[in-house]
């Protein structure tokens, strides 16, 4: 609005008065939306100004009130479809606790964010956000615990000889040559279970030495925790021409 003020008795006129009113600060149509991309359009009422749109998805920006009007601020989501992560088609193993590190949906958020139990299976959707689809069905697995748990074969590398197991009564008899010194031998050996220990010490084939003098017995764990113990017998050969 624009005005002159008229001077009395004679006195002259004013330059051009004006006044300005402060326009109301309000986000456009924009604010709030599910968009594919960032909006250019719509992000303030006519009596306001905006900023520069930022972000990546959510976008953000602000609206300012024309003639130094109040500052509010707007934002717009971004339309992300759901897909399934990496773990999806995946097979875990029984002692596996959890999808870390890999993730159920790459992006999206899961309809079933339970692990599957030992021996079974989860399926779940990946629901897309603000207005995104949902992926397809996605779903992961996880092994039972092995129940193996045997001896297959054992012996020594030094004196080099091969033990012969009876898989009926589990035992292990092996024959050294005579003069052999059976208080420290390292036995070899192959297994189906998860590990082998003699009392509470852990066995590493080709490395953990024991004392043969007597009946040795060799705790082979499964997976689910089951068990089986071999005996194992060391005999010195008989035959004094017997050579390593």
Known sequence: VGWYCNGLYGGTRSPLCAASRVGTSACGSSNGANLNTAPTTNLCVSTSTASTVSGSGPWTWTCTGKNNGTVVSCSANKITNGVCGNASGRTFTYDTSSYSPYIQCAPGTSTNTAFPAQGGSISWICNGTSGGTPSASCGAQRNAPLTNKAITSFGFNSPAVVGIINEV????????????NVTALVATFTTTGKTVN?????????TTVNDFSNPVSYLVIAEDGSSQIYTVTVRASINPTWRE
């Open 169 to 180: 009564d589990h035992t292990i008899n092996v024959t050294v040559p005579l003069g052999t």
């Open 198 to 206: 003699i009392g509470t010490i852990v066995q590493v084939s080709g």
